[in-house]
């Protein structure tokens, strides 16, 4: 079990003109027995953050300490810890089963406890009836499973799982999500699970890193990555449909200030408290964000409206998605299934103030 | 294109392939019915093409001269221990190569390397032989061979060994060391076993070289150690050639290079396709 820090960590592939600047600065500590993961786009540096995490690549400059302790000099098979990687990694020479084996022989596991195990983990990764077979004999998803599989089956006081469903289709990845979780409360080791799924993050992690180019964009539960995103670019990764942006000039009509969107009519009033970071910052133009879930049917009375066109409707069976348009301005809400908003029609959305998010127009910073 | 079109296109590359076979084979027919003949209907200003007299006693005595026998076993001798040699290095080298020098130094090093197989051997004809005089053992000996073949098969056993180890992905050896393994061990246990096929053929590769060759061992050796192209010509003596005696000998010399290709040609096939299917 450990505890893993990592301390202004940097990567540099390659030297000179062709350098790449995989992970910048990256400062992340992960408590013990925490599920953490990393989430962010392809390229940003996620893989390369693992490796140096397990030791398969060297440190450019920076610490990754497990419960303190640096870790830097430290040979892989020094480390104890268990990953799963990308691109599988199974030893064609050997068959799921010896596979799945291997780790627990090179720690010297005695044959019977071994058996007891590989089948153990075969069942909940629902591969049990493929232990004869070769790697290449399996699908996709199949030896990605085993991979997992043979990540899972050590008790390491780390374990590093860098895109292990994405190969699933949504109904065996539901049911590999809970067997993780609940092999995590199991064990109750450190997890760092790698995706560029938010949904996957988010079902899984007691935090989510959100990567972005290399850099560390917010470390933060749920609430925090959907209330509180710390810049433009977390509030558009998270959350499905994406969030709403809207270039706004701050009115001042009389007391609170508006933010009027601009080429429309719309007008999103603000709560106090980021009426005053407006104040604050002294900008009269901002950048506006609401998540499509924020702007509702209904209303319960403690609630502002706005009115736009529609301008295409989605029926998703569970909910409408509705595009609006008010003059220049576009965006979505999330609605009923049953509500009668057809093409052309004009309708009112209500919102409350504090759901209004506002960032900074040029840095896209968190503004409140 | 009508089927009477790709008829005919079948045929001609039908009759394309049956020449080239017979240019191929017909030598080797040739060889075999000379090595059964007596010298006498050799010597006949029309050959024959079927002989008339079979005299399958040559290949008794061929070996009459022990000097034969011993030609092979010096050219098995050779060819073992130089392949053995250059497999061993060349694997070496490629695994570092393929891993640890992977950027600008490690390309033109691997192609430095390989280019020594590339100028005309003729050209360090001359400096080999004093090169090789100055050692202690001198010029006609074993390890002269061995090592002077080594100038030719190690690069190739590198080269083709640093592709096989560039197609095994790196990440088999990481999970081995991520579950415990040390870097050595991963390569023993993990690594080797997938490039097997591919030493089995360079391994072939080198000793077939070794095997066939003449020009060095004629000049370095032929007294203490005689390889059996060495020992071809001494069928020759006098104002006579005793053609039926070196074809049959030819033939014997044939065998082991065939026998060992039929062998192991499942490995040839997966070893030299290594480099082209990757999985
Ligand atoms: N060995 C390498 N040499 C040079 N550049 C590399 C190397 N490995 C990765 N990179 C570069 O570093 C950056 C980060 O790569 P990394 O593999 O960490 O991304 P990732 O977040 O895991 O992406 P994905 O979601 O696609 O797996 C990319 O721009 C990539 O091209
Ligand atoms: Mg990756």
């Not at chain 1, 190969?167 to 790698?194: G, N, P, S």
């Not at chain 1, 133009?285 to 702007?295: D, Y």
Request: aromatic fraction near 12%; glycine fraction near 8%.
């Amino acid at each position: 079990m450990a505890r893993v820090t990592l301390d202004r960590v940097n990567k540099i592939y390659g030297y000179g003109p062709s350098a790449v600047h995989a992970v910048e600065d990256l400062s992340l500590e992960i408590e013990d027995g925490e599920f953490a993961a990393i989430l962010g786009p392809s390229g940003c540096g996620k893989t390369s953050t693992l490796r140096m995490i397990v030791g398969l690549e060297e440190i450019t400059s920076g610490t990754v300490a497990f419960d303190g302790e640096p870790m830097n000099a430290r040979a892989p098979e020094q480390r104890n810890v268990a990953m799963a990687f990308e691109s599988y990694a199974l030893y064609p020479n050997f068959n799921v089963a010896q596979n799945l084996a291997f780790p627990l022989e090179v720690k010297g596991v005695d044959a019977s406890e071994r058996q007891r195990r590989v089948e153990r983990i075969a069942g909940l990764l629902q591969i049990g009836e493929l232990m004869g077979r070769r790697p290449r004999e399996l699908s996709g998803g199949q030896q990605q499973r085993v991979s997992l599989g043979r990540a899972l089956i050590r008790e390491p006081a780390v374990f590093i799982l860098d895109e292990v469903l994405s190969h699933l289709d949504a109904h065996l990845k539901f049911q590999m999500l809970f067997e993780l979780k609940r092999i995590h409360q199991e064990l109750e080791r450190t997890m760092v699970y790698v995706t560029h799924d938010q949904m996957e993050a988010l079902a899984l992690a007691d935090r989510v890193a959100v990567m972005s180019n290399a850099r560390l964009q917010q470390f933060g539960d749920r609430d925090a990555l959907y209330d509180r995103p710390a810049n433009r670019f977390v509030a558009d990764f998270i959350g499905e449909p994406p969030t709403n942006f809207l270039d706004a000039t701050v009115v001042h009509d009389g007391g609170a200030p508006l933010l009027h969107v601009l080429g429309s009519d719309l007008r999103f009033a603000v709560d106090g408290e980021r009426a005053a970071a407006i104040e604050a910052a002294q900008l009269d133009r901002v950048t506006l964000g609401i998540r499509p879930q924020n702007l509702t049917w209904n209303t319960d009375g403690d609630t502002a409206v706005v009115g736009a066109t529609v301008d295409f409707n989605e029926y998703l069976g569970e909910h409408t998605i509705l595009t609006l348009r008010d003059g220049g301005a576009l965006f979505r809400a999330i609605v009923p299934p049953n509500v009668d908003a057809g093409e052309g029609a004009r309708v009112e959305l209500h919102y409350r103030t504090r759901n209004v998010m506002v960032f900074h127009p040029e840095t896209d910073e968190f503004l409140g | 294109m009508d089927t009477n079109a790709k008829r005919i296109v079948v045929w001609l590359i039908l009759i394309g392939f049956g020449i080239w076979v017979l240019f191929t084979l017909f030598p080797l027919y040739f060889m075999i019915i000379t090595a059964l003949k007596p010298v006498e209907e050799i010597n006949r200003m029309v050959p024959t093409f079927w002989p008339e007299t079979f005299r399958p006693d040559n290949f008794r005595g061929i070996f009459a001269d022990p000097g034969s026998l011993k030609s092979l076993i010096d050219s098995v001798i050779v060819a073992s221990a130089n392949t053995a040699l250059s497999l061993f290095l060349g694997t070496l080298a490629g695994y570092a190569l393929a891993r640890y020098l992977t950027g600008v130094v490690g390309e033109n090093l691997a192609f430095f390397i390989l280019s020594n197989r590339m100028f005309p051997p003729v050209a360090i004809l001359i400096p080999m032989f004093f090169l090789f005089d100055a050692t202690p053992w001198g010029t006609d000996s074993y390890w002269s061979l061995i090592i002077l073949y080594l100038v030719f098969n190690m690069p190739l056993a590198t080269w083709l060994m640093m592709v096989f180890f560039r197609d095994t992905p790196r990440e088999l050896e990481e999970a081995a060391y991520l579950d415990g393994y040390t870097p050595l061990r991963a390569f023993f246990k993990v690594t080797l076993p997938l490039v097997f096929p591919g030493m089995v053929s360079v391994a072939m590769l080198c000793w077939i070289f070794a095997w066939n060759e003449y020009l060095f061992a004629n000049l370095l050796t032929g007294t203490t150690v005689k390889t059996f192209p060495v020992h071809i010509p001494s069928f020759a003596a006098g104002s006579q050639t005793l053609w039926n005696f070196v074809m049959a000998f030819s033939l014997v010399a044939m065998l082991p290079p065939v026998i060992l290709f039929i062998a192991l040609r499942r490995y040839m096939v997966r070893g030299l396709s290594l480099g082209v299917v990757k999985g």
